[in-house]
Structures are given as structure tokens and as C-alpha cells.
């Protein structure tokens, strides 16, 4: 295997997600390169010349301890002789077991019943579909309707895009799509002259207040990303939103769905976002980094009261999910393998280190006249660029790849989310190269 071959061989039989193709087989200047990938360890990957990247986004998001991580890998070698997968319906293994329990209990016990699926996507439909469903069951069959924010992104299956606010995933296939009302971001960035961002946050509850007031009799649940709204922009918002959602989601029988597909784990400081509001949402979505990035799962975690209004002798009032992959004892065991390693490893503190020496890393990039809105919350950084390019995201990528760094702005907003195992140095390299790339972009 080569290079060259891999790349051939992928460009006609392989079509990548998110992507225009023509733009891979382009030869010409504007062509995106594609990268194939011989081998991963730490936050390296590296190409079969053993030309390397530095993964700066943790492989779209799902990376938390590494690229081949000794533990993760062990602990699935031994799953691997135990037992693979077993049907979920009727039959039950440990490695479920344990991760529903883990998980239960880093809710307090306040979210202690766990459905799988495999994908971020489906873990939104399910919670989607167990709001709508639990309320039918309470007789509240007026309930069926959905409340996102502006720039939410939830997925991007048909159920899913329903409530993703994100024109260029939605747009096109909006005929198909039945969607949601969107009320106010609460953003930081949308201060107005004066404003903090707990201003914001309190204007962007007013609005969510008022479309309550008028529709919350048709409204099954308010699904929110906590705290940073990623793909449209790593938008991000002071928790008092969330505590105000929170209020009135109790005030007016809305459930509230925290999408903690992109943030959880660890991502924003806590091992959940919505923990710094000191709150608890209806429906919990996790996914991406729950497996330590090692396979496809996800999952919804729910409260007593929602699992109650399914419990019932009628199979029509169960909840109607069915999905061949569901809880997947490999993908379990990854995960309890990654929780594993936020508890020997007091992750949760480190990080906490780590985080502040990233924004020291990146602070002469912050401080470019070039550069707006610099922003940090844990482990995600980000800041836009005033620039009137359409092509400038594609610019810094290309230039980044060629110094060693993965990093795929959106639009004009560059961010970076590594993963927990970065050293201190590649925080500086990485930070170094972004502003090289960054320059080159500009030019
Ligand atoms: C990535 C993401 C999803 C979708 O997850 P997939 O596994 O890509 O379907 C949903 N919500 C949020 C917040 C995400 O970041």
C-alpha cells in the first residue's frame, strides 16, 4: 500500500461525507488535497511516506485520549475474546450494564435509564421521538411540535435536520424536512454595545419566554446544544441561558434536550456541559467522544418520569426504537475503557491545566489584527477572521495540512479541539503552525 494507490483507489469507489468530490479530483489549484492514513498513535496520524499531522480536531470531534490509545486497545482486545455483539432485544451483557450504570451515575442518578443507537443523529431522533411519544402516553397528544435555536445543529438525517438550523445542510433538502421553530441564539458575540453575554443570555430567555407563553401547548421539548453551539460556529453562550431555559421548560411542560453529542465528555470542563448551569435537562444526547473516538455509539439518557409514562402493560405505549447495533458490547466496552481513564487519570483537573496552556499557546493568534471574537471554553477554542473570502476556509485547511496540522475552519471561523493527550509542546507547535497558516491564508 502507497500513497498514490490508496488515493486512486478511494477517489472512485469511496464517496466522502461532507464533501464535493470534483474538488478531490481537481488537479488545479483550488483542488482540496485528500490525505490517506496509514496509522494513528497519540495525536499523530501519519501517511504511508510517514508524512504527518497533528490531529487538531480530534478526528471531527471524537478523539479524547489518542489515536491507538494501549488502554482503549487492550480493553477491546479482551472484549474481543468475550463476546462481540448480542441482540439487545430480550438479551443483556455486562459492558451495557456497566456503561448504563456509569453513566447514571455521573447524572446523580437524576438521568438513570439508558437507549442506544450508534450515531449522534439517531440519538437525536430518539430523544425527539420519546418526548413526543411520553407525552402522548400522558394523554398530551396536542404536544408534537419542536423548539431549536438559531444556528443549532442536531445531525443530519431527515428527523434530525428538523431541528438544524445550518442552511447549507438544510437548504437542500428542506421539501423533505418538517421543521421546527427556531427562537434566539444566546451567542456572546451578539452583544450589543454594553451588553455582557449573561445580557444576551437573559434577551435570548425573554424571546424563548414569549414563544413559549403562545405555543407551549403544542411544544413536546426545546433541544439546545449547552454552552457552545459547534458545527454552525462554535458559537458560544454564558450558562444563565441554560438555567433560564431550564425554568421555564418546568414552567410551561416543555422537556428539555441537552445535545451533548459535541461538548459532553469533558469537552467544556465538566464532564457535561450542562453541569455549570447546575442543571438537569428531561433528555441527555451523548455520542463522538463517549467511545473514545474507537467506534460508532451513542446514547440517550432519561429521567424516572419519562421512563414511567413508556411502563405500561400495552406494547403500543413501549418505546418503538429498533436498531440492529443497540449497545453494541465492543462499543460499550470502548466507552467504559475512555471512563476508565477520566478516573484514574483525574482528566476532569488536568485538563483544566492543559486548557489554560492552550490559550497561552494561542494568545499571540488572539491578539492578530486579523482575528475577532477570540474565545475558550475548556478544551475548544476558536476565533474569526475578518475576511471577505468564500474560499478562506479551504485556504487555511490546504495550508495547514502542508505544515503538519489538521485544522477544518467553518467559514471563517477557525477553532481548535484536540485531544486530551496533547503535550504542552504540540499545544505550542500546534498553535505556531495555525498562525503560520493563518498568514498564508490571508496572503
Ligand atoms: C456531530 C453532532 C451530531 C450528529 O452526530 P453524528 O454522529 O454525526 O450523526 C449531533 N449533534 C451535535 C451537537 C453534533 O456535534
Request: net charge negative; aromatic share 8%.
Amino acid at each position: 500500500m502507497n500513497n498514490a494507490d490508496l488515493l486512486a483507489r478511494s477517489l472512485a469507489a469511496v464517496w466522502h461525507p461532507c464533501t464535493q468530490m470534483k474538488q478531490h479530483a481537481n488537479a488545479d489549484a483550488g483542488a482540496l488535497p485528500l490525505i490517506p492514513i496509514a496509522s494513528g498513535n497519540g495525536v499523530w496520524l501519519r501517511d504511508f511516506d510517514d508524512r504527518r499531522y497533528l490531529d487538531g480536531i480530534s478526528s471531527w470531534w471524537v478523539n479524547l485520549f489518542g489515536h491507538a490509545n494501549p488502554r482503549i486497545n487492550a480493553a477491546l482486545r479482551a472484549q474481543l475474546d468475550e463476546l462481540e455483539h448480542v441482540i439487545l432485544a430480550g438479551f443483556t451483557h455486562a459492558p451495557v450494564v456497566e456503561l448504563s450504570e456509569r453513566l447514571g451515575k455521573l447524572t446523580d442518578g437524576a438521568l438513570g435509564h439508558c437507549f442506544y443507537a450508534s450515531d449522534g443523529a439517531s440519538a437525536t431522533e430518539i430523544a425527539l421521538k420519546m418526548s413526543f411519544h411520553a407525552w402522548r402516553n400522558r394523554g398530551r397528544t396536542e404536544k408534537r411540535e419542536f423548539l431549536c435555536l438559531e444556528g443549532s445543529y442536531h445531525g443530519e438525517t431527515v428527523g434530525a435536520l428538523a431541528v438544524t438550523d445550518v442552511a447549507i445542510f438544510k437548504d437542500a433538502y428542506a421539501p423533505l424536512i418538517r421543521a421546527a421553530a427556531t427562537v434566539p441564539t444566546p451567542d456572546a458575540r451578539r452583544a450589543e454595545a454594553g451588553e455582557t453575554p449573561v445580557d444576551v443570555a437573559r434577551r435570548a430567555a425573554a424571546a424563548l419566554e414569549r414563544h413559549l407563553e403562545k405555543h407551549h401547548d403544542s411544544i413536546a421539548a426545546l433541544i439546545v446544544e449547552p454552552l457552545i453551539q459547534c458545527a454552525s460556529g462554535m458559537a458560544m453562550y454564558d450558562p444563565e441561558y441554560l438555567r433560564l431555559a431550564r425554568a421555564l421548560c418546568d414552567r410551561y411542560e416543555v422537556h428539555l434536550i441537552c445535545d451533548e453529542i459535541a461538548v459532553g465528555c469533558g469537552r467544556t470542563g465538566t464532564f457535561f456541559a450542562h453541569e455549570q448551569a447546575g442543571i438537569r435537562p428531561d433528555f441527555l444526547c451523548l455520542s463522538k467522544g463517549i467511545s473514545g473516538g474507537y467506534l460508532p455509539l451513542s446514547v440517550v439518557l432519561t429521567t424516572d418520569a419519562v421512563y414511567g409514562a413508556f411502563y405500561d402493560d400495552a406494547t403500543t405505549r413501549g418505546f418503538l426504537h429498533s436498531h440492529s447495533y443497540t449497545g453494541n458490547a465492543l462499543a460499550c466496552r470502548a466507552a467504559l475503557a475512555t471512563l476508565d481513564i477520566f478516573e484514574e487519570d483525574g482528566v476532569l483537573a488536568a485538563n483544566r491545566a492543559l486548557a489554560a496552556h492552550l490559550g497561552q499557546s494561542l494568545a499571540p493568534l488572539a491578539a492578530h489584527p486579523r482575528v475577532r471574537h477570540f474565545r475558550q471554553r475548556g478544551m475548544i477554542a476558536a476565533f474569526d477572521v475578518a475576511i471577505d473570502d468564500p474560499h478562506f476556509s479551504r485556504k487555511f485547511y490546504r495550508a495547514a495540512l502542508a505544515r503538519e496540522i489538521l485544522l477544518r475552519p467553518i467559514g471563517t471561523t477557525v477553532y481548535v479541539m484536540p485531544p486530551y493527550v496533547i503535550g504542552r509542546d504540540e499545544c505550542d507547535f500546534l498553535a505556531q503552525r495555525a498562525g503560520e497558516a493563518l498568514e498564508a491564508a490571508l496572503r
